[in-house]
């Protein structure tokens, strides 16, 4: 069974632009999550969606948002893209079973703003 | 939501048994204790999950007294490539929308 994917893995870009990043799960898992990390706040939740729904959401501004779409697919954009946005951004899927803990990250994507 | 305590970093050598204790006062009666291993730029990777008593699988095994206010993360003959941050969360997936809450992990040092 493949893994979560994610892409692309690196990403430069300047302040004030905006970025999309792509995530798909293991195949069947309706759950993905976001999280951000960063060396100074670690590994942050941003949100998650079930069945295309934004399930919860983290303390983020609202110029972080996501998407699912049908398939489970996932993206997650950042507008007006602030210096200290440079991190791992990082998607993890779940099967959605209520006794299952264990989320698969995929790699990351590695933005850098500069 | 529980908030755990583990230690900042240990260092063992190669073939050592290695045990990491996280303490965890306030764990709800639904909470799972799960643990996570992260290597330097990758994601997180599940290694073991429990709610009470002995949990073993391929890699670990985890150890929950009965009180469940701590847990000990126990990897048999540690090798260099187990040098890696380890992760203690603890609460429930599913009644946390999919959020899992990582602390700042113990980040172990394996040495020849």
């Known amino acids: 069974k493949a893994g979560v994917t994610q892409t692309p893995r690196y990403l430069i870009k300047t302040r004030g632009q905006q970025v999309t990043l792509s995530c798909s799960p293991i195949?069947?898992?309706?759950?993905v999550s976001w999280y951000q990390q960063t060396p100074g706040q670690g590994l942050q939740f941003l949100f998650e969606y079930f069945s295309e729904t934004q399930r919860n959401k983290g303390n983020f501004p609202g110029r972080f948002s996501g998407r699912q779409f049908s398939n489970s697919r996932s993206e997650m954009n950042v507008s007006t893209l602030e210096l200290g946005d440079s991190a791992l951004y990082l998607c993890?899927?779940?099967?959605?079973?209520?006794?299952?803990?264990?989320?698969?990250f995929g790699p990351g994507t590695r933005l850098t703003v500069l | 939501l529980a908030k755990t305590t583990q230690p900042i970093s240990m260092d063992s050598y190669e073939g050592q048994e290695v045990n990491i204790t996280c303490s965890h006062n306030?764990?709800?009666?639904?909470?799972?204790i799960t643990w996570y291993q992260q290597f330097p730029s990758q994601g997180p990777r599940f290694i073991i999950q429990g709610y009470k008593t002995k949990v073993t699988n391929e890699v670990a095994s985890l150890f929950i007294p009965a009180d469940r206010k701590s847990s000990t993360l126990s990897l048999p003959r540690v090798s260099l490539s187990d040098t890696a941050v380890y992760y203690c969360l603890v609460g429930d997936l599913y009644n946390q929308g999919g959020k899992l809450i990582f602390g700042q992990g113990t980040e172990l040092s394996v040495k020849p």
């Open positions: 195949s069947g898992h309706r759950s």
């Open positions: 306030n764990i709800a009666t639904n909470d799972y």
């Open positions: 993890a899927s779940n099967d959605g079973r209520g006794d299952n803990n264990e989320q698969f």
